[in-house]
Nanobody, 116 residues
């Protein structure tokens, strides 16, 4: 069983930066890809970024501002968020996927608020 715990959210001014972490525990050997998603109030959860063993992918809305990375030795997934905008305000979630694409775990979320 895989357990994911996000941290690093908070209140930041427009133009600021935050780094989110997603710490994984349990059996990670079967995990292939990991994602960040976000959900703003009243909106559906949306894809933010994906990291595979070879590549990274980003939503158009964050491309060039956010960077996803992972520390495999310590089972930590990161999301570096720069040049934050008010529209980035949301609850941010990480998840873990098997090679067949099945999502087997979600974290509980961490709140990011971008406001002056």
């Amino acid at each position: 069983q895989v357990r994911l715990v996000e941290s690093g959210g908070g209140l930041v001014q427009p133009g600021g930066s935050l780094r989110l972490s997603c710490t994984a525990s349990g059996s990670m050997d079967s995990i292939n890809d990991m994602n960040w998603y976000r959900q703003a109030p009243g909106k559906e959860r949306e894809f933010v970024a994906l990291i595979t063993k070879e590549n990274t992918y980003y939503a158009d809305s964050v491309n060039g501002r956010f960077t996803i990375s992972r520390d495999n030795a310590n089972n930590i997934l990161y999301l570096q968020m720069n040049s934050l905008k008010p529209e980035d305000t949301a609850e941010y979630y990480c998840n873990a996927q098997l090679p067949n694409g099945l999502v087997i775990a979600w974290g509980q979320g961490t709140q990011v608020t971008v406001s002056s």
